[in-house]
């Protein structure tokens, strides 16, 4: 059973534009998020986080919005970049439950067309 | 300022044989994580270590061996490889129970 989802395995923008990427959740115990990326042949690398009493955290050209009530974060990409091209996960953990894991989507690949 | 070094880069095992997959961070963190990624999914959790000398299964553990005895060190044995094991190898470390920093990943095809 999946905890966290990301529901669209590819998404394709051009340059300049908003890139949106999704992910659901089904955990009521997830109180902290992250989104890495993840470029082919290396590991994935942190981008962004927020914590479950945010609803939104910002960083240059990428934000990270939580709706707790629907369980769903988007990230967004503003404006996108060729060399935001990647593989990106969503990644959730309990850090009020103790856990020391992060529960990860399947990705999602951007594709930023020049 | 190396941060998660692994070794090997790419290995090509065969059935029944085994190894051990390197890690090494250099960041002082006590987390310490190895996850598998298979084509098309996720990064699923084998085994995971929150300070020397201690060791807990993750999510898909079997076939997987593991030790702590350093703060910097945290191998992964695979003792009778299997086809199944094809995949790549990402080790990661963690100051406390958040971000993750990942390694390069280790490519190991079983045959």
């Known amino acids: 059973d999946q905890q966290v989802k990301q529901n669209s395995p590819s998404l394709s923008v051009q340059e300049g534009r908003i890139s949106i990427l999704n992910c659901d959740y089904t955990?009521?115990?997830?109180?902290?998020f992250l989104w890495y990326k993840k470029y082919p042949a290396e590991g994935p690398t942190f981008l962004i986080s927020?914590?479950?009493?945010?609803d939104k955290n910002e960083d240059g050209r990428f934000t990270v919005f939580l709706n707790k009530s629907a369980k769903h974060l988007s990230l967004h990409i503003v404006p996108s970049q060729p060399g935001d091209s990647a593989v990106y996960f969503c990644?959730?953990?309990?850090?009020?439950?103790?856990?020391?894991?992060?529960?990860f989507g399947k990705g999602t690949k951007l594709t930023v067309n020049p | 300022n190396a941060g998660v070094t692994q070794t090997p880069k790419f290995r090509i095992l065969k059935i029944g044989q085994s190894m051990t997959l390197q890690c090494t961070q250099d960041?002082?963190?006590?987390?310490m994580y190895w996850y598998r990624q298979d084509p098309g999914m996720g990064l699923k959790l084998i085994y995971y270590?929150?300070?020397?000398?201690?060791?807990d299964k993750g999510e898909v553990p079997n076939g997987y061996n593991v030790s702590r005895s350093t703060t910097e060190d945290f191998p992964l044995r695979l003792e009778l490889a299997a086809p199944s094991q094809t995949s790549v190898y990402f080790c990661?470390?963690?100051?406390?129970?958040?971000?993750?920093?990942f390694g390069p990943g280790t490519r190991l095809t079983v045959l």
């Open positions: 990661a470390s963690s100051p406390w129970k958040d971000t993750q920093y």
């Open positions: 955990n009521s115990m997830f109180d902290y």
């Open positions: 927020i914590s479950s009493i945010k």
């Open positions: 990644a959730a953990s309990s850090r009020q439950g103790g856990s020391e894991k992060l529960v």
């Open positions: 960041m002082n963190h006590n987390y």
């Open positions: 270590s929150v300070g020397a000398g201690i060791t």
